[in-house]
């Protein structure tokens, strides 16, 4: 049975006068564990093919093995020549490198959306300041425990992974290297001053890591210290600091350097292990999807990668000062093909700073690409999600919505997803923070049938 037929199913049955099935976001709403996030529930969760999101979570594996080579296969190994490319300017550079800036473990949650025929990816988002692990583990385990939907469940062969297990289970492996035979002692750093806009959050984070066996402190980085050549929170010595912020912060604050030495030094002597190191940021950036995307860059890589990366990834280009002075031919195109491309800032999440094509006028397009020349930009193509059929609970109307699917991922492979959705037709970008009407989702896989069954 196919994604789409078990949805169907599924709203047949939620329609089905006494079912329990409507009171699944009521139930997800009141979960105590969600009591952090103050957004809403879809009234059903969005189903998707085990194979096929577990095929796209090694293409994206992959996808990401390539993208740790780019400098060397493109830049010859120069680090600088790679970053330069990108637009990192010289301070968030700095930042990079005093953590070093060797390839960071393949941690973080990739943003896609399914075109009705596969998965295609919109962004990496590596590094551990991605944020979503406790909301999808905790909606899950919410819509789980509704029996009517446990019911469902079971006679569809649906699961999910639970992305705080894998979690617990990353930071165990990569603290064993300084805490052999024992648990290790972590610690989640926000920036000076997080904890107030975020700790709510964290804390929260914290809590779903304690019920599957991992302690986590939370704290700001203003509040460790340096001793013996490992962090320490008051006389607790830290062996893995969980790294809650971002170059920025430390380029941009005065006084960041100061805020974060006790960390670097921690860090060069090998007491406390940086998971992940800020090198991350490098990867995550946007501008390294224009690399793996236009032929004239990708070159170097094989006809099986440049086949997985056409399969994956949309059209992306890179839009910078130099581009915007030498490649007419790729500005009159972007000009051209404008309602079927967005702008993206190489170094911004969430939607911020984009523009979406086919929402603005011609002028005002040819305007913010000539602005994408301070910060340097993407243009990337157009990606239709497939309508999401929804029956609302008090109306019993059926409508459509669009699912933007976040997939966590850690060293040892996916590690579960959830979704982001809006009404179709209601806005180019999803986001939580961008749109009123967004919606949190669990997503569940279908496992494929035994072999001597029948649907």
């Not at 920036?191 to 986590?216: C, H, K, M, P």
Request: glycine share 10%; proline share 6%.
């Amino acid at each position: 049975m196919s994604a789409e037929r078990v949805t169907a199913q599924y709203n047949e049955e939620f329609r089905t006068p006494g079912s329990e099935l409507p009171g699944v976001a009521a139930h997800v709403k009141g979960f105590p564990t969600l009591a952090p996030w103050h957004g809403e529930y879809l009234p059903r969760p969005l189903f998707v093919a085990e194979r096929e999101i577990r095929e796209f979570a090694d293409d994206l594996q992959n996808l990401i093995d390539i993208l740790f080579s780019l400098p060397d296969r493109m830049f010859g190994g120069d680090l600088n020549a790679f970053r330069s490319v990108l637009g990192i300017n010289d301070a968030h550079w700095e930042a990079i490198r005093q953590f070093g800036d060797a390839p960071p473990p393949s941690f973080g949650r990739a943003d896609m959306y399914h075109d009705g025929t596969s998965f295609k990816l919109l962004e990496f988002n590596l590094g551990s300041e991605a944020g979503g692990w406790g909301l999808a583990s905790e909606i899950s385990r919410a819509t789980m425990e509704v029996g009517a939907f446990a019911d469902f469940a079971r006679r569809n062969r649906l699961g999910h992974v639970d992305p705080i297990r894998a979690v617990a289970e990353a930071l165990r492996g990569f603290g064993a290297r300084v805490a052999p035979g024992r648990e290790p002692v972590v610690a989640l750093l926000e920036w000076r001053g997080g904890l107030t806009d975020y700790g709510e959050l964290w804390r929260n984070f914290q809590s779903a890591l304690l019920s599957v066996g991992l302690e986590i402190l939370v704290a700001e980085v203003s509040d460790v210290h340096e001793r013996d050549g490992a962090l320490h929170l008051g006389d607790t010595r830290i062996d893995v600091a969980y790294r809650a912020f971002v170059p920025d912060q430390i380029a941009e604050e005065p006084g960041g350097w100061d805020l974060i030495a006790p960390l670097v030094r921690a860090h060069r002597a090998g007491g406390t292990l940086l998971w992940t190191p800020l090198s991350s940021n490098m990867y995550a950036n946007k501008a390294c999807m224009a690399l793996l995307s236009d032929p004239a860059w990708r070159s170097v890589l094989s006809a099986a990668e440049c086949r997985l990366v056409d399969r994956v990834l949309p059209w992306t280009r890179l839009i910078n000062a130099d581009v915007l002075r030498n490649d007419t031919a790729l500005v009159d195109e972007c000009v051209r093909r404008r309602e079927h491309l967005i702008l993206k800032v190489n170094a911004r999440g969430g939607g911020v700073g984009a523009v979406v094509g086919w929402e603005t006028d011609e002028a005002a397009w040819r305007r913010a690409l000539g602005d994408s020349a301070a910060e340097g930009c993407v243009v990337q193509q157009r990606v239709i999600p497939r309508a999401e059929p929804v029956v609302d609970p008090v109306s019993g109307e059926t409508k459509a919505w669009h699912a933007a699917y976040g997939l966590f991922y850690t060293p040892q492979g996916c590690a579960g997803s959830f979704a982001k959705v809006v009404p179709a037709g209601s806005g180019g970008i999803i986001s939580i923070a961008a749109h009123a009407e967004a919606r949190s989702a669990a997503v569940f896989h279908q496992s494929d049938p035994p072999v001597d069954a029948a649907e």
